[in-house]
């Protein structure tokens, strides 16, 4: 019932709020779909980049190693780039309830500016067969001083590690990435879009995906007994354990190999 409330409060706030033009999912559509096809193009020039770097680096560590495996692979949530125009109006609702407050019914362009400060218009994530090659990629992504993504998009903040920082780390969402938003420009003005990459393991990523209605029913409101928190904070902890220890185990697999190979 929580989440109910809080799903027609959002609704309530954006009828109050919206352009009366924007207020039909169809109208908003319409609207948004110039923006998002930029946003679309901006984030394709990003994955771009990254998957030029990626590859080549994929080659090198196949080569190294002698050995035909995946380490890197890209997923698009829901085949796109980009978020969808209903996870664009649910997001404005959410943080008008959060306490982004205004005043009387926003302009399109005051509605724009928001949705332009979103971290994460658009959005892919990087797919590691280990958690060493999550490390791996963030070296040869970004810079030195970790500003700059494949040396050309400036960061928009640090890197996020949601894997070993406490202070970020939930255990009951279970969210276990590094990420990061880069700025870019979409050609269009001076506009410029975030997009968002996450680097996590092919391990971590199941169960995100396993995770994520969860996610949202309690982002919604929803409350989950004690018990089964614990138990799904549980097996989050030790899929994470799963994956330290494969990284281990397959290092100790070509040491051996070498050694073997050399003996």
Known sequence: MASVDLNRRAKLTLARVLPVELQSDDGFDRWFEPLKRRIQIAAQKVEDADQAILTAEQHRIQSNERCKRTVYDVFKGGG?????S????SKIGRQLLDGNHCRGVLSKMQVKNRILRFPDLGRFRILCSLSSDVEQALRVLLDARKRRLAGHYPLVSPVKDYVEDLSLR???????????????????????????????????????QRNHPIYEWVREGAVL????????????????????????NWKDILDHRKEKSLS
């Open 170 to 208: 939930c255990p009951s969402r279970g969210h276990r990435a590094r990420q990061f938003a880069v700025h870019v420009r979409t050609g269009h003005a001076a506009e410029v879009v975030h997009v968002e990459i996450q680097l996590m393991t092919t391990v971590q990523h199941a169960w995100d």
């Open 80 to 84: 796109s780039l980009t978020k969808s």
């Open 86 to 89: 209903a996870s664009i109006r």
């Open 225 to 248: 007994p004690d018990n089964l928190v614990i138990r799904d904070v549980a097996l989050a902890e030790t899929l994470y354990l799963v994956d330290e220890q494969a990284s281990r």
